[in-house]
């Protein structure tokens, strides 16, 4: 709903709001609630999904565009945007007088000693800088509706405030167990942290070597978008959970083609998601792989 509301405050039916592709699905959904058309801009799996040069950030914007939007940590690629690369974007929508928008939602999860930065941080875009945030992914809460549109903009302010008149407000009960989810404090946001690093390494150490695949190490988030040598992952995903077991066992992940907004991209590309323990996840890896395995000596 802040994506909803965010999309709806900066953009009339028929404007352009920029995402990078592969994101997350739903945006889809808001966008056509809020009549406003998604212009995908096409990262890469070989550039570890970031930013282009300014030239072809800049080459999507039309009059019809009204702001670019960046999610970072990235689901679904893990990626985390440098300094460089929100400088590269602030500048382009100084110039082009757009607005900025954050889904920052995973900005507790980065790894490796990196650091999150929110575009809120940045003072020459403070009327332009609308961040989207939620405890969902933070103490592991989607079902309780508890988010937050945060922004410096009076008008964007009050026309969000109009939109969420609808909704009434979050559930009371919920708004209380997330007051008692922060008194929790910075230790849990710690070991969380500390878990999800480990997770991600377990997964990537066993992925990276299967012949044929392309990934690049998540940065953040959970996630991670994993280029398979087959044509048609949305075929290869159903015939593991309807066609394949090992040991009475399969996996499943998500086609990426749903991830991108270009038609036909994605197609050769899944997301996995480490939320399993690191035992569950090593199973499911030697799972992974002979199901891959098999699959490719039947339909390649």
């Not at 954050?102 to 929110?118: A, I, L, N, Q, W």
């Not at 994993?226 to 309807?242: A, N």
Request: hydrophobic share 40%; glycine share 6%; with cysteine.
């Amino acid at each position: 709903e802040a994506i909803h509301f965010s999309f709806s405050a900066v953009a009339d039916p028929g404007d352009e709001i920029i995402i990078p592709e592969p994101f997350y699905t739903n945006y889809n959904g808001y966008a056509a609630f809020a009549n406003v058309n998604i212009v995908p801009l096409t990262l890469k799996v070989e550039d570890g999904f970031h930013l282009p040069p300014k030239e072809e950030i800049e080459a999507r914007i039309t009059s019809r565009t009204k702001a670019i939007l960046l999610c970072s940590p990235n689901n679904p690629t893990g990626t985390v945007y440098t300094s460089e690369e929100l400088e590269r974007v602030i500048s382009i929508v100084q110039k082009h007088d757009l607005f900025l928008i954050g889904d920052e939602v995973y900005k507790e999860f980065v790894y490796d000693g990196g650091v999150h930065r929110s575009i809120l941080e940045y003072e020459e875009v403070k009327d332009r800088a609308i961040v989207v945030d939620s405890i969902s992914k933070r103490f592991s809460s989607c079902g309780a509706r508890v988010g937050a549109v945060v922004t410096r903009n009076e008008d964007v302010y009050q026309a969000v405030l109009k939109f969420a008149q609808a909704r009434l407000c979050p559930p009371s009960v919920e708004q209380k167990a997330a007051l008692a989810a922060y008194r929790m404090g910075l230790d849990y946001f710690k070991a969380v942290k500390e878990e999800y690093q480990k997770r991600r390494d377990v997964l990537y150490e066993g992925l990276k070597d299967i012949p044929g695949i392309v990934i690049h190490k998540p940065q953040g988030a959970f996630y991670i978008i994993v280029r398979l040598p087959i044509k048609d992952c949305e075929h290869f995903v159903q015939w593991m959970l309807t066609d394949f077991h090992h040991d009475k066992e399969t996996v499943m992940v998500a086609p990426a083609q749903g991830f991108y907004g270009t038609p036909d991209k994605g197609k050769d590309e899944v997301r996995i998601a480490y939320v399993l323990k690191e035992e569950d996840l090593k199973r499911a890896i030697v799972v992974f792989k002979e199901g891959l395995q098999k699959y490719q000596g039947l339909f390649s």
